[in-house]
Each structure stands twice: as structure tokens, then as C-alpha cells.
């Protein structure tokens, strides 16, 4: 979880990243998002 950490900081390229590895651990990490609000 802590490579997703670092894509939220604000990395552009990243976010290319970010969506591939959501769907590797959507199940997991879309219930931590939904609570701390980092779902944006």
C-alpha cells in the first residue's frame, strides 16, 4: 500500500500507475479510500 501512498503525493506520471495498481488491490483498497476520503 505504501507505492499507492506515494502515488497520491501528486506525481503526474504516476496516475497512470495509480489506476493499474487500484485494480490490482481494489478490494482492498477501495474500503481504506472510502473511509479516509482519498477516493478524489
Known amino acids: 500500500m505504501m507505492h499507492l501512498k506515494n502515488i497520491k503525493a501528486g506525481n503526474a506520471k504516476t496516475l ?3 489506476e493499474l495498481t487500484r485494480n490490482t ?3 482492498g483498497f477501495t474500503l481504506r479510500t472510502e473511509k ?3 477516493r478524489k
Open 36 to 38: 479516509t476520503g482519498m
Open 16 to 18: 497512470e500507475q495509480y
Open 25 to 27: 488491490e481494489l478490494s
